[in-house]
């Protein structure tokens, strides 16, 4: 006997969605594929399912959660909104947006979620299986990336399974996921001032545009604290050498359009795609034998901005 715990995998239908809600609801961890990345969910108003988040993971306790709820109701249980914050629900929610907001006082989720900020984040996802977990459950789900922490987001189960084997109780295994790069964050403030704690798949250009339209008093603040945006992060375990134009003997290398490589995140330069791709391309180039990888130039436009920000935490 190893003493080593079983992770069990389930196919991500009714008969599974149910089993994994009965795990949940007895304080058990679930790896849970979203449209973003695969999340590890256990029941946010637990302090002991929470605590055992930190624990698979190996996060640090000052980094704190994102929070997944079914909707604008169920959010506003734990958060105060402002105007432009209910205005980016009605027209982002469900999607690949995380807003931290004002916490409410009476939230009554453990402490742990949100590191003992002032703050939550919040977010509705879009993908069928999170949603009928969601809807399964009658507590909001606490659910980081399933990975160890610094490591590779996951976009697959067979990624889960590859940092977390023995360290959760169930993986819900619903194929690879859409998005591929995690949720924007942006912190909204009481003032209707926001800031983008974190770019990801929603698109940065709507997003001026629009707070422009909504005629907002103020200037976006510069700064808040944003305990988690640490600065080595998706690390593959080797090192990454960024803006290449061809491997080196001992390189693996990730193509990007023109820039060809052993894996390409997009042959015609389709950056929706890259960042669909980003993580299996880093998942297999740690895997490869080469003790370095090299990665083509990908263009700080639209969702590149957020695959740049990722690639340059994986080199640092
Ligand atoms: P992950 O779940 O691994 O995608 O990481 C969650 C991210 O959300 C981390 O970067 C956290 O720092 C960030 N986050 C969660 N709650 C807050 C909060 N209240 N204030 C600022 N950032 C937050
Ligand atoms: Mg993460």
Excluded at 167 to 195: F, H, Q, Y
Aim: with cysteine; aromatic share 6%.
């Amino acid at each position: 006997m190893s003493g080593k715990n079983v992770t069990e995998v389930r196919l991500a239908d009714a008969v599974g969605i149910a089993e994994a809600a009965r795990c949940l609801e007895s304080g058990g961890l679930v790896a849970v594929p979203t449209e973003t990345v695969y999340g590890l969910a256990a029941r946010a108003d637990s302090a002991e399912a929470v605590a055992r988040i930190y624990a698979a993971k190996g996060r640090p306790d000052f980094n704190p959660l994102i929070v997944h709820v079914r909707g604008l109701e169920q959010a506003e249980r734990y958060a105060h909104f402002p105007y432009y914050a209910h205005h980016l629900a009605a027209t982002q929610w469900p999607g690949p947006l995380t807003m931290v907001l004002p916490r409410r006082q009476d939230a009554g989720l453990a402490p742990a979620v949100t590191a003992g900020l002032a703050t939550i984040a919040l977010r509705v996802p879009a993908h069928p299986v999170m949603q009928a977990l969601l809807a399964a459950v009658d507590f909001p789900l606490a659910a980081p990336s399933a990975n160890r922490s610094g490591f590779i987001s996951p976009t697959t189960a067979q990624h889960v399974l590859s940092s977390l084997d023995g360290r959760i109780d169930m993986v819900l295994d619903g194929g690879a996921t859409a998005k591929g790069l995690e949720s924007t964050i942006l912190a909204v403030r009481e003032n209707d001032t926001w800031e983008e704690l974190r770019p990801g798949p929603l698109d940065s250009e709507w997003l001026n545009l629009d707070y422009k339209g909504q005629d907002r008093p103020g200037e976006r603040p510069s700064k808040i604290e944003a305990p988690g945006q640490l600065a080595s992060h998706y690390a593959p375990g080797k090192p990454v050498r960024l803006n290449a134009l061809e491997a080196g003997p001992d390189e693996f290398m990730i193509g990007f359009g023109a820039v060809p490589g052993d894996v390409t995140l997009s042959a015609g330069g389709n950056l929706t795609e890259a960042a669909s791709r980003l993580y299996a391309a880093l998942h297999e180039a740690a895997r490869a034998h080469h003790p370095r990888i090299a990665v083509a130039p990908v263009p700080e436009e639209g969702v590149g901005r957020a695959i740049n920000d990722r690639l340059r935490r994986a080199a640092a």
